[in-house]
């Protein structure tokens, strides 16, 4: 991973793609954890979600445990869209519009169930094609003509086991959605798997805004503790980007988010923190 943290600069550049978690990044909750919760097993599940979190087990070791004490039906998964847009970060669209507008492509990658994260992240409008996450299939003959189960759900019966079911897998996933494309990268996230993703974009940015996770803020480049991502527009797009915005409504958001990040952004790589500073004492805020 490359921070582009060359000193005797005030420019910031600028990172094209910006790459977003979805669970205690742009949501306050974790999707599988709700699910859990409805099934009774909030207290197993929740166990090892934090564990694969937190860097104590691999992803890939309780995925499909998880599911599996579960048992979701397809409704129940669906309905997590729901929980998370009634949940979102507050101010995770607006930002996502802000960057957007700056030109920015914003994407989002979760080892999140598929269907709820696919269409949440459009709400949020990340485009359909930007989105990545864990595919899940169900027993499709529950409910046929020939079934003798004829109008009950269909239930879970297997997750897909791609990069996104493993922690190291992100990275994969970073470098295929970019693939030849220019411009440098960022990615915002909470758990283990995006500090490990951190190695195919050029900025790490961990989010402790939801769930500070130790091992994320020690290792992470640029930690913040916010309760919203505002901190997140100076940071990828460089403070200057707000003259862009000068005549618009935008223009609040991003300055919070210069405001806030000054106590709750910590910048474990000291020289890219003077850089930031700098930064943002040549646009003159």
Excluded at 14 to 42: K, M, N, W
Excluded at 211 to 223: D, I
């Amino acid at each position: 991973m490359t921070t582009n943290s060359q000193p005797g600069t005030t420019r910031w550049p600028p990172y094209r793609h910006v790459f977003f978690d979805c669970d205690s990044t742009l949501t306050t909750v974790e999707g599988i954890d709700v699910l859990a919760e409805q099934a009774g097993r909030a207290e197993n599940v929740k166990r090892l979600t934090d564990a694969a979190m937190n860097g104590e087990m691999d992803l890939e070791d309780v995925y499909g445990e998880r599911l599996a004490q579960i048992h979701p039906t397809r409704t129940q998964v669906q309905a997590i869209r729901h929980v998370y847009k009634d949940n979102a970060v507050t101010d995770a669209a607006m930002v996502i519009v802000v960057l957007q507008h700056l030109g920015h492509e914003t994407y989002i990658i979760s080892g999140g169930l598929e269907e709820p994260v696919r269409e949440f992240g459009i709400s949020l409008g990340v485009p359909a094609d930007h989105i990545r996450a864990v595919g899940v299939e169900y027993d499709e003959l529950v409910g046929a003509w020939w079934s003798h189960h004829q109008g009950q759900e269909a239930n879970y019966l297997d997750y897909g086991r791609g990069a996104l079911a493993v922690s190291e897998g992100k990275e994969e996933i970073v470098r295929e959605l970019i693939g030849d494309q220019l411009g440098s990268s960022l990615l915002v996230g909470d758990g283990t798997s995006d500090l490990l993703a951190g190695e195919a974009v050029d900025l790490f940015v961990g989010f402790g805004g939801v769930a500070a996770r130790p091992k994320v803020e020690a290792g992470a480049p640029v930690f913040i503790r916010s309760a919203g991502l505002a901190p997140v527009l100076p940071l990828a797009a460089g403070p200057s980007a707000i003259s862009r915005i000068e005549e618009t409504s935008y223009r609040a958001l991003f300055w919070e988010g210069i405001q806030r990040g000054q106590d709750a952004t910590t910048f474990n790589d000291e020289a890219l923190g003077e850089r930031f500073a700098r930064a943002v004492t040549g646009a003159g805020l």
